[in-house]
């Protein structure tokens, strides 16, 4: 009949349909929404970053768990700062300026296994960083405080600090201390106290333009390949770019300028090496009471050229 299609006419259609409806499936995917979500995918922030913050409002802070603290912003402040009461405490200052205030910036006194790092303490009525044994503080700026920059006690290490212009001595240390690559410049007094009669070490450091001594060594201490200059400049207090007050002390390769007096040796048993002082007010002035003191100069009227032993001064 001329209206209607033999069934077969179809076939080819059907068929294209089919692999059509196929390929929307495989593309498509399946039909059903998939059930609910199971256990959450985020990680809870305390996981992320289980350091507590610091944030202004909450100074005076005492911390009194041990754990790891950070600046959360920065804090400039008429009031107290941080005070440490505990045992094995980290405060990052992240790279953010601490600025006070009464009393230290940071006060763990009494407290063992400090570190502090990265920042800047400065305009305390006290102490910037005042810290117990076996401290640790690393890349600070410690400045314009009215007490000390830093006083750290036994076995306490510090490092890659600049501090200045603080109104009683650049950095303290007590026994078993060391301090590396650090610069002590235009505090009050000391550049660097070793008040510790056992010992410490001083290593790579820039002492420069303080008001009294560069380097004082109460006794058993290392001073070494350090730059000194300036110290006492005017010569007003009779100081010296290094003051050896104590025993025992080994003091070698160091550049000694401009300063009041270059060395200053009241101790005895010291052994002073291949130094270079020259261009101070007085090169050296050695306490007549002390003795076995290995401390050999070579200047420019000296024959020949001077030994590894010799301490070179250039007037």
């Given at each position: 009949m001329k209206g209607r299609r033999h069934w077969k006419t179809w076939l080819p259609m059907l068929a294209a349909l089919t692999f059509c409806g196929i390929l929307i499936g495989v593309y498509a995917g399946p039909l059903e929404p998939p059930g609910p979500p199971g256990d959450p995918t985020m990680i809870p922030i305390d996981q992320v970053d289980p350091r507590i913050p610091i944030y202004g409002f909450m100074l005076p802070f005492t911390i009194e768990d041990p754990g790891s603290y950070y600046l959360a912003e920065e804090i400039i402040t008429t009031g107290g700062g941080i005070i440490v009461h505990a045992h094995d405490v980290t405060i990052d200052l992240m790279g953010f300026k601490l600025e006070g205030g009464t009393g230290p910036g940071i006060d763990g006194y009494l407290s063992e296994r400090t570190t502090v790092r990265n920042g800047t303490i400065r305009g305390w009525s006290g102490t910037g960083i005042r810290v117990s044994a076996k401290a640790v503080l690393t890349d600070l700026i410690v400045e314009s405080n009215g007490g000390s920059g830093i006083d750290v006690g036994y076995g306490s290490r510090v490092t890659g600090c600049t501090v200045s212009n603080?109104?009683?001595?650049?950095?303290?240390?007590?026994?078993?201390?060391?301090?590396?690559?650090?610069?002590?410049?235009?505090?009050?007094?000391?550049?660097?106290?070793?008040?510790?009669?056992?010992?410490?070490?001083?290593?790579?450091?820039?002492?420069?333009?303080?008001?009294?001594?560069?380097i004082r060594i109460d006794g058993n201490s290392t001073i070494l390949n350090n730059h000194i200059r300036g110290n006492d400049l005017n010569g007003t207090n009779g100081k010296a770019g290094i003051w050896v007050n104590g025993a025992h002390n080994r003091i070698e390769g160091n550049s000694i300028f401009d300063n009041n007096i270059g060395v200053d040796l009241d101790g005895s048993a010291?052994?002073?090496?291949?130094?270079?002082?020259?261009?101070?007010?007085?090169?050296?002035?050695?306490?007549?009471?002390?003795?076995?003191?290995?401390f050999l100069i070579w200047d420019q009227t000296t024959p020949g050229d001077p030994g590894p032993w010799h301490n070179v001064s250039i007037h």
């Open positions: 603080n109104s009683v001595h650049g950095i303290i240390v007590g026994n078993g201390c060391s301090v590396e690559n650090c610069t002590a410049s235009s505090n009050t007094e000391n550049g660097i106290w070793l008040s510790g009669p056992l010992g410490a070490l001083v290593s790579g450091c820039v002492v420069d333009y303080n008001g009294k001594n560069g010291n052994i002073l090496k291949g130094n270079v002082i020259m261009s101070n007010l007085t090169e050296y002035e050695i306490n007549p009471s002390s003795v076995l003191n290995l």
